[in-house]
């Protein structure tokens, strides 16, 4: 069965520092989402994203994030300038009709 | 505001036990509701959602408008049940999922 996959699996890096996670979509698939979990606390929504643009974003979602989908199979979440509470498990998730959405297994980003 | 509110955050049983774990929602329209799980080390797993109204794995869960209510049941719990359950709910017009806490569930032998 086909699975959302995501990299790395865990990332280190400075706080100011720039990451990217990646994430490959099931191949049908049109809609992306990213979402994130702080340790201890719920699954948060931040971005969906249909047809090479935004499509909702939420108020964790600010000017230090960007998503794309730069080769049209990966779709990449960046946070520009990394803060230490940007510390949290992200998953990202597609679906191939905006209803039930597949969740990958998460990139566990840990900011010094 | 839309929100999800699974009150409990621990649930243990012995194996064979009846489970339910409760999820509340607020929202004024007709809400999609969503259980997802996840077994320890693997990804969040869509478990069931309310308008398929089907039973996965011996769980089933009823969407109460009137109670606001899409608890999970299941007459009887396995020890691979035991997993982090969360209920979420996808608003009208929107694809965006609202998760709940979370309820660990333990299933003892």
């Known amino acids: 069965e086909p699975e959302v996959t995501q990299t790395p699996s865990h990332q280190v890096t400075q706080m100011g520092q720039e990451v990217i996670l990646r994430c490959v979509p099931i191949?049908?698939?049109?809609?992306f989402y990213w979402y994130r979990q702080i340790l201890g606390q719920k699954v948060e929504f931040l971005v969906s994203?249909?047809?090479?643009?935004?499509?909702?974003k939420s108020e964790i979602f600010d000017d230090q994030f960007s998503v794309e989908r730069p080769d049209g199979s990966n779709f990449t979440l960046k946070i520009r300038s990394t803060k230490l509470e940007d510390s949290a498990m992200y998953f990202c998730?597609?679906?191939?009709?905006?209803?039930?959405?597949?969740f990958g297994p998460g990139t566990r980003l840990l900011v010094l | 505001a839309q929100r999800v509110t699974q009150p409990e955050k621990l649930l243990s049983v012995f194996k064979g036990a009846p489970v339910e774990l409760k999820c509340n929602y607020s929202?004024?329209?007709?809400?999609?509701l969503f259980w997802y799980v996840q077994y320890s080390r693997q990804r969040l797993q869509l478990l069931l959602r309310?308008?398929s109204r089907e039973s996965i794995k011996g769980f089933t869960a009823d969407l109460n408008k009137g109670e606001t209510s899409f608890h999970l049941k299941k007459p009887f719990a396995q020890e691979e049940d035991s997993a982090m359950y969360y209920c979420?709910?996808?608003?009208?017009?929107?694809?965006?999922?609202?998760f709940g806490t979370g309820t660990r569930l333990q299933v003892f032998p």
């Open positions: 979420a709910l996808n608003a009208y017009n929107t694809d965006k999922l609202i």
């Open positions: 994203f249909y047809n090479n643009e935004i499509s909702e």
């Open positions: 309310h308008i």
């Open positions: 929202y004024s329209g007709s809400p999609e």
């Open positions: 998730a597609t679906s191939a009709s905006s209803e039930t959405q597949y």
């Open positions: 191949s049908n698939h049109l809609y």
